[in-house]
């Protein structure tokens, strides 16, 4: 008994280093294909894990507010100023 839960206790640890390396299920995979006519046609596939659907979100929230603050503060100004007189 002692040597079944000695091998569970073995395998759950070598599970925990390599948690770098998500398991095939834990992947988002998309594929898209456009002919634009008969010669000239594009596809593209892309596979990307959990980890990094969330790195993603990230980076496209963190543009977009910059964005939003740029904007906000190049328009300020001209508000109080009119610049067509």
Not at 14 to 24: K, N, Q
Not at 30 to 58: M, P, Q, Y
């Given at each position: 008994?002692d040597?079944?839960?000695?091998?569970?206790?073995?395998?759950?640890?070598?599970?925990?280093?390599?948690?770098?390396?998500?398991?095939?299920?834990?992947?988002?995979?998309?594929?898209?294909?456009?002919?634009?006519?008969?010669?000239?046609?594009?596809?593209?596939?892309?596979?990307?894990?959990?980890?990094?659907?969330?790195?993603?979100?990230?980076?496209?929230?963190?543009?977009?507010?910059?964005?939003?603050?740029?904007?906000?503060?190049?328009?300020?100004?001209?508000?109080?100023?009119?610049?067509w007189?």
């Amino acid at each position: 008994m002692d040597q079944t839960l000695d091998k569970s206790v073995a395998s759950s640890a070598v599970d925990a280093r390599a948690g770098s390396i998500p398991p095939r299920g834990d992947r988002q995979r998309a594929e898209v294909e456009i002919s634009f006519t008969e010669n000239a046609r594009l596809r593209a596939s892309v596979d990307v894990s959990s980890g990094g659907l969330l790195s993603i979100a990230a980076l496209v929230s963190s543009k977009l507010l910059s964005t939003a603050v740029l904007v906000h503060v190049a328009t300020r100004d001209a508000r109080s100023k009119s610049l067509w007189r």
